[in-house]
């Protein structure tokens, strides 16, 4: 009743407007909230790439911003479109670039293969902990994830130094004499990418794991399957949809990584999305740049639509 | 229904958070080392957390990266739950296959692409209208939104199709309006997700290296790009320190989070029994 007389005092007319304006978000409800965050993605998502491949058919020019206009007037009258595909016949061309992406792909796919073998078992063994440990493990796996990824690589860059705590400790164990290298080496590389993306691998298994059917199991195990046997045959099949959704996870962002290699690998470990951001910011080289983005999304695009395949079957299937 | 766990299971459980646990703890520990040298121990000290509160720069980076985490948080979570509620509740519309490949494409996409894209975006728009004037808050906010957004998305979608849509329908049917029925039954329902929601969008910004790297401008460095320029060079006892503050703060703020959700459920479970009991 209150809400009556408060609303008495406001103006006839703006009453009436705001009556009108609530009717058409009544109205439009539906389209409003399709809309508006379609409408960011569609701009601050879809229309960015659309620019860097612009851009990757551009040439360098020493000006702010780095890089030739496209459409150029030609005799104050005529628009020509100049295309300029030398960036890509330069990335083609040079070896380094050719053997930075298979380095890429190379480093993301043995970490991709490590995080599956560390993380799978960690996985079943929560599904198989009991009720009051089940929650507190799983919120053991995600708590890293929502700390800072930036500080996980730092935290071992203190424990693989010359002087860190694994070389000092193997010193005072009288195991090794001089210090081994292992920071700035693929080795680290490696380590930093199973050590912060496990958990991408460990979460997508655990959902999947969830909705087995513990009676196959239990019927094969009747029908004198042993564990092993069972694990092959029935475990593994099942669970296929969780380690392809947590394997992309993993391989992705991986082979396009920055902080990893850049901060465990030193100069010595070439990967492109360190390649990437030096050619961008130390030779302000924006075209190339750009070139180099549309090749590795373009390696990117098949993992990128299986994994889009799954996250919608797995919707669906809920 | 869960059956022992074997030997082997529980090695690699004891094994696996040993591997995810002890490189944090040890540099917990080394933050409270005098020695310059953050691997050789000197003894215990807080000495580089008062380094830490008498650098003001550091303090600097804090305040924008808190400024921009909140900001972001607040319009991924509002942009993520329509999202969420498009895709689950709204069927097939057009263009919904382009839109489900923009909220999935985020959560894989390398950071140095979608860094890069933007930042020539943000320049040719400035090119175009003149608008940003300049690199820093405003580009970083945006940034982070686009892709908070699609993470906080996918908590929604699940606990949309978790809790079903029985009360939805109930109200439409009693007549209420699809907004009315949006305010009143979906949001106060979607409450927990939108929770960890924002949680997850406020921290995913706080950690964000790569993108803000590529967008911001001169003058404006946020507690991730500060942190990195710092420990390209090596290891500084300043920083382990700065990384204790931030992990305990993030871990206190989670599990604050973490209670709250689990007691929902619990309380979730208790009123679906309620609800099956015969009325007395």
């Not at chain 1, 990757?56 to 030739?68: G, K, N, R």
């Not at chain 1, 130390?282 to 990117?300: F, K, Q």
């Not at chain 2, 929601?197 to 910004?205: E, K, P």
Request: glycine fraction near 6%; include cysteine; aromatic fraction near 12%.
């Amino acid at each position: 009743m209150t809400d009556i007389g408060v609303f008495k005092i406001i103006p006839l007319r703006i009453r009436l407007a705001w009556t009108r304006f609530a009717g058409s978000i009544q109205s439009s409800w539906k389209t409003l909230v399709i809309w508006t965050p379609f409408f960011w993605l569609l701009i601050f998502f879809l229309a960015p790439f659309f620019i860097v491949a612009k851009i990757s058919l551009a040439e360098l020019v020493i000006a702010s911003p780095p890089f030739s206009n496209m459409v150029q007037w030609v005799d104050g009258s005529v628009v020509t479109i100049r295309l300029v595909f030398d960036n890509f016949i330069y990335i083609f061309e040079d070896p380094l670039y050719a053997r930075t992406y298979v380095n890429s792909l190379k480093i993301a796919s043995i970490s991709t293969v490590f995080c599956l073998l560390v993380g799978y078992p960690i996985a079943y063994g929560i599904i198989r902990s009991g009720p009051v440990a089940k929650p507190l493990l799983l919120f053991a796996i995600i708590l890293p994830f929502w700390t800072s990824f930036l500080l996980r690589v730092y935290a071992w860059m203190g424990l693989l130094a010359d002087q860190g705590t694994i070389n000092s400790l193997l010193i005072s164990l009288g195991l090794i004499e001089t210090p081994i290298q292992m920071l700035y080496t693929e080795f680290a590389v490696y380590v930093g990418i199973v050590y912060t993306y496990l958990p991408f691998m460990i979460l997508p298994l655990y959902a999947n794991m969830e909705k087995l059917d513990s009676t196959l199991n239990e019927a094969a195990a009747d029908l004198g399957s042993g564990p092993i046997n069972t694990f092959f045959k029935i475990t593994l099949p099942l669970t296929a949809p969780g380690i392809i959704a947590g394997s992309l996870l993993v391989f992705i962002p991986a082979t396009g990584e920055y902080v990893i290699p850049d901060l465990l690998g030193g100069g010595n470990v070439q990967m492109i999305g360190r390649l990437l951001y030096n050619e961008f910011a130390r030779n302000v080289d924006w075209p190339v740049a750009s070139a180099v983005a549309i090749v590795l999304l373009l390696l990117l695009v098949l993992p990128m639509a299986v994994y889009q395949h799954y996250q919608a079957k797995s919707s669906e299937d809920t | 229904m869960h059956r022992e766990r074997s030997r082997f299971l529980s090695i690699m459980l004891f094994v696996g958070f040993t591997f995810l646990y002890v490189p944090i703890i040890l540099l917990i520990i080394y933050s409270f080392n005098y020695s310059k040298l953050v691997p050789v121990w000197g003894g215990w000290s807080t000495r580089w957390y008062g380094v830490l509160f008498e650098s003001p720069d550091v303090w600097d980076a804090v305040l924008l990266s808190l400024k921009i985490a909140v900001v972001n948080a607040t319009f991924a979570t509002i942009l993520g739950t329509l999202a969420g509620l498009a895709m689950v509740r709204f069927g097939r519309f057009r263009g919904r296959t382009l839109f489900g490949g923009m909220l999935v494409a985020p959560l894989v996409m390398p950071e140095v692409i979608t860094g890069l894209s933007l930042l020539v975006f943000f320049i040719s728009l400035k090119q175009l209208f003149g608008w940003p004037t300049e690199r820093g808050f405003t580009t970083i906010t945006i940034a982070h939104i686009t892709f908070s957004l699609a993470y906080v998305a996918v908590i929604i979608q699940a606990r949309l199709t978790g809790m079903g849509n029985n009360l939805e329908e109930a109200a439409a049917d009693l007549g209420a309006k699809p907004f009315k029925v949006m305010t009143k039954i979906t949001i106060p329902m979607l409450a927990p997700g939108l929770l960890s929601g924002w949680l997850l969008a406020f921290t995913l910004s706080l950690d964000d290296l790569v993108i803000a790297s590529f967008v911001t401008g001169p003058g404006s460095n946020t507690l991730p790009i500060l942190i990195f320029s710092r420990i390209r060079l090596g290891l500084r006892p300043d920083i382990n320190a700065l990384a204790t503050i931030i992990i305990l703060f993030v871990a206190v703020l989670v599990a604050i989070a973490a209670v709250i959700l689990f007691k929902q459920q619990k309380r979730d479970l208790l009123d679906q029994k309620m609800a099956r009991m015969p009325e007395v």
